[in-house]
């Protein structure tokens, strides 16, 4: 197979702790393709994009280099490697942080306890920025997986690693002294030129993105009121800009809808309910433009 220059490459991670939420925000976008297990890349039907599946340590130098034209990484990734690309969206998944670990008996207690003694990590410009800001000296060693089996082998006396529901860690007996970063997936693109077509594709993706992730922020939130209770319920509801009112059948009720930050949402209800507002609904939004 050989791919076409004019069709617009988007790096996804091959498999992985971001390859499902992904392909999830690509598919909700309205994307249309199909992948199976072995496929290293995929033909979108209705946009000229090919979807190319990489180790997520390639995507930033693959993006970097022109190769591909758009990805999807974790942050992580593109602050150790420096790469030389845009960050274009945080797509707010995938979180993680990067953390130094220790085995649950060391007898290191603080982050001055690590001096001379050895770290494992595949994060090694990271963990060293970190530790000089600190003043530490310990001894790196540079590890491309499993890192957290490093202290059972005493190849270490700790690890630098990602941490994201912390399985890994608990498996291995080790715990968290200090995290040093926070990540999660972010779109990327390729500096330099674009063609027009290419151009109009990455706007109309950052476009739906957005609206995707601004509907997924944020919930519908409807009640019927009293009109004379309206300046009371008013305090409590974050409204994107102003509140829709409309008029009940019954006199002086009212109903009150409005676009409420999802974090806020049960807080909001609970206050509303409080203040006699009846028939309190919460609906998803899909998909959102403000
Ligand atoms: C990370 C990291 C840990 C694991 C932590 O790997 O290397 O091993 O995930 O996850 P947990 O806290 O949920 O157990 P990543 O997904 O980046 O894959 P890779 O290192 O193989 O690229
Ligand atoms: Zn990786």
Redo the contacts with the bound molecule.
Sequence with gaps: MKFNGSTLKFAIQKK??LLNSSLDLLRRIGLDFEISENKLSSRVRNFDIDLIFL???DIPEYVEDGVCDLGIV?QNIIEERQADIGIIEKLGFGR?QLAIAIPKSSSIKKLQDLNGKRLAT?YPRLLEQFLNKQKVKATMVELH?S??LAPALQVAEGIC?????????KLNGLKILQTIFDSQAVLIKKYGFLSPAKKLIINQLLLRIKASLFGQNNKYLLMNASRKILPQLLQFIPALKSPTITPLAAPDMIAIHSVVPAKQVWEVMAKVKNCGASGILVLPIENMMP
């Design positions: 992985g702790r180790r997520d340590d974790g993680c595949s997986g890192v957290e690693d990602l941490v994201s529901t912390g399985a890994t860690l």
